[in-house]
T-cell receptor, first 112, second 113 residues
Framework: GQQLNQSPQSMFIQEGEDVSMNCTSSSIFNTWLWYKQEPGEGPVLLIALYKAGELTSNGRLTAQFGITRKDSFLNISASIPSDVGIYFCAGHSGAGSYQLTFGKGTKLSVIP | ETGVTQSPTHLIKTRGQQVTLRCSSQSGHNTVSWYQQALGQGPQFIFQYYREEENGRGNFPPRFSGLQFPNYSSELNVNALELDDSALYLC????????????FGPGTRLTVT
């Protein structure tokens, strides 16, 4: 089945630093989404990407849909303590029931 | 606009029992999906409901079943609970089956002992 590999698994950064994380797939996806999940909560949609090469921003967050359609990247600029959480990438293959396939997440810790 | 709500928040069941989890979709959303999230993992797709019918299913056995009601709310039923069913169960809704953006509820934490 389809799998998404996220890296890094976890990261510790100083407040104010920029963050980069990525997600790769063994197969093509037509849509990429990035979610953030905090303890005891469901995932919250951050950014949705629909076209290969697309670059989309949401405040300090910027995500890109890779040209090969097999990867996506999320950058967070000038991190703040409330950025702490687990960031998941998710993809739609466009076939079948529009289910989302999720990665295992990148756990972000921000040191004040 | 009301977001996705789920009940109960937490549940403890014994192996072999049955459980029903409930979800109310976000207003304006007619398609509901259920996901299972084990500890330390990403959510795994269970199934999707649209127009009160299941129209997509992940790699889960038949003892996982569901319903969708005319108001688009949904239930997830799990029979013959196993220890490995312990997880966070997430409901997600969207505007229609052709919409890719799914919005999640807070989840129900199920513990099977």
């Amino acid at each position: 089945g389809q799998q998404l590999n996220q890296s890094p698994q976890s990261m510790f950064i100083q407040e104010g630093e920029d963050v980069s994380m990525n997600c790769t797939s063994s197969s093509i996806f037509n849509t990429w989404l990035w979610y953030k999940q905090e303890p005891g909560e469901g995932p919250v949609l951050l950014i949705a990407l629909y076209k290969a090469g697309e670059l989309t921003s949401n405040g300090r967050l910027t995500a890109q849909f890779g040209i090969t359609r097999k990867d996506s990247f999320l950058n967070i600029s000038a991190s703040i303590p409330s950025d702490v959480g687990i960031y998941f990438c998710a993809g739609h293959s466009g076939a079948g029931s529009y289910q989302l396939t999720f990665g295992k997440g990148t756990k972000l810790s921000v040191i004040p | 606009e009301t977001g996705v709500t789920q009940s109960p928040t937490h549940l403890i069941k014994t192996r072999g029992q049955q459980v029903t989890l409930r979800c109310s979709s976000q207003s304006g959303h007619n398609t509901v999906s259920w996901y299972q999230q084990a500890l330390g993992q990403g959510p795994q797709f269970i199934f999707q409901y649209y127009r009160e019918e299941e129209n997509g299913r992940g790699n889960f056995p038949p003892r996982f079943s569901g319903l969708q009601f005319p108001n688009y709310s949904s239930e997830l039923n799990v029979n013959a609970l196993e220890l490995d069913d312990s997880a966070l169960y997430l409901c997600a809704s969207r505007r229609g089956p052709d919409s890719y953006e799914q919005y999640f509820g807070p989840g129900t934490r199920l513990t099977v002992t």
